[in-house]
């Protein structure tokens, strides 16, 4: 026949003993040690926080703005056959960041310039205007040879446009630069660690490999290329054969208080050829600036964090 | 790796000979003298067409560089070597003084007297301004007759349409672009395609493609459009002289070739060659014609445009207070 299980209704003594010692010790020590354990909580918080932190990258994006005083000299035969030289305003920016956050091996640039200047020629008859645009976006790989020394390697496409007058020419007053070029970049950057700061040296490098340009000939007016659409001869493929430049600056980043000051010089020099007519552009510039690092948002896809402020808001 | 850098290197300084600078001249009499003659001898457009022997007049200005003493007369030395060219387009700047060729009008019969066309018969002194033109209805407000003398003087649409509007009761309309020394070409154009009914071609130009004398493109066609909603269907008479140079020239080729326009008066001045800058190293600024212009049968307009109907002013109907260029174009637009 089956038998019921006995229930135990009361415990024994000493089992009733233990089970309230425990019990008792657990309360008090929580009582003595709530302040403990809440800096555990906040601490095992703040570790998940910052684990967190290190897990979710965020794209920085380098911004360099500079204004700079320049020294040109430019040689058009379309418009003269002699050097024209003189002194202009240049403003410079340049952003640079990462494509991805997971890798820092590639890197994407886009750079903007304005120029302008007043020039003479060497006998001081006759002045050139000249104003000028150039745009470019491009990539870089970057080659971490020691803790503080990087090289970044790449091209950059750019679009080029300049307008120079000469009024005293009558009938040919203006002559365009328009282009467009595949460039070879290089920028070494250096870190140099100070008593209270760290300095950063940067030489960037850029020569146009492979592109296309406007140079009118030699005897056309614009009125043939213009008013007429004669453009024959007035569009060339240009490589190295005709066209040869190098854009160097040399500059050093500052920190002061609370910006990082950017300190350098600019050298541009080109060379090109098409119509049997041989231009020059040489430029000299001192440039001063800032450089920041910074991070935007915008769009759909990139909405701010709650605990950033915008004006929007 | 150095080797692939030493090869780039090698290739580019190889490359960078292929853009050799041109040579320069020094800023000396000699050397601007050189310059000079480089400039026309090479960029220059009519030394063939006017059979100029330039190497020879390079012989015989060159000794003339030796004995020049002073900036003064090495201008004038310097111009008279660029007035063998008998061009109105040719100039030389300095700063003291601009050389020119003025014969192209100067050895020729005026054949205009602005203080006739100013007179009360014609013009007087209540006509109306619009846009570089003076105009007024003449021959008992039977013939509209605009003056336009620059055509630096720009002009709208609106302005020749009103003007046309003034006219609307009028037989026919004279143009006088006598005296006009020329300015842009595309006003020449579009003062043109108003009396167009559509687009004709009414000439050619071409450009120096090489430093030799005949090195020159093809011919490019210089078109008239008909101009959209501004049009002239009744005749018109175009008045020229002498001094209707340049732009105005052309201006007279295009009109040419328009279906009503008659074209009265003497022979215009020329001007063919459009002109270009270039710069001695001195500083002084060359102007020189650089692309010729033809008319539509491929015919050289730098010695100027034959009129349709060849009139000079007569000295007794000038003494009477006429001017027989416009009485002419009335009677041939009241025929």
Known sequence: MFKKKPIITNRSQSESFCYFCVCKFMIEFIRMKKNIILILVLLTAVFVSAQNNTEEKYLLTTKVTTFGLSVPSITDPYLSPLVYSGVGLCYNTDNRRYFKPDNTNYSMQSKFSLSTGMLLNPALSSEMLYFGANYGWGANYHFRLKNKLRILAGGLWDVDFGFKNVPRNVNNPVNLDMATNLNLTGLLMYDLNMRRNTLHFQVAMQTPILGYMFVPPGGASYYDMFELGNTANAFHFSSLHNKLGLNQTYSVDVPFKQSIWRFGLHFQSLKYKANDLVFMHNETSLIVGTTFDAISFGGKKRKAPLNFISTND | MKRYIYIFLSFVVLLSSCINEPPTQPDTYKGNFESLWKIIDEEYCYLDYKNINWDSIHTAYKTQVDTVTDQYRFFDMMAGMLGELKDGHVNLYSNFDKSRYWKWFTDYPANFNSSLVFSERYLGDDYRIAGGFRYKKIANDSIGYMYYGDFSNQFSDTNISLIMKSFSGCKGLIIDVRDNGGGYLDLSEQLASYFFTEEKITGYMSYKTGVGHSDFSKPIEVKTPAHKTVKWQRPVVVLT???????????????????????????????????????????????????????????????????????????????????????????????
């Not at chain 2, 270039?278 to 034959?306: H, Y």
């Not at chain 2, 109907?317 to 009335?330: L, S």
């Open chain 2, 241 to 335: 002289n002498r001094m209707s140079y340049s732009a105005t020239n052309s201006f007279v080729c295009r009109m040419k070739q328009a279906p009503k326009a008659t074209i009265v008066g003497d022979k215009t001045g020329g001007g063919g060659g459009l002109p270009l800058s270039s710069e001695l190293p001195n500083g002084w600024l060359v102007r020189f014609s650089a692309e010729p212009m033809f008319d539509a049968d491929m015919n050289q307009t730098e010695w100027g445009i034959d009129p349709d109907v060849k009139v000079d002013m007569n000295a007794t109907d000038e003494k009477n207070g006429y001017d027989t260029i416009i009485e002419k174009a009335i009677t041939i637009l009241k025929e």
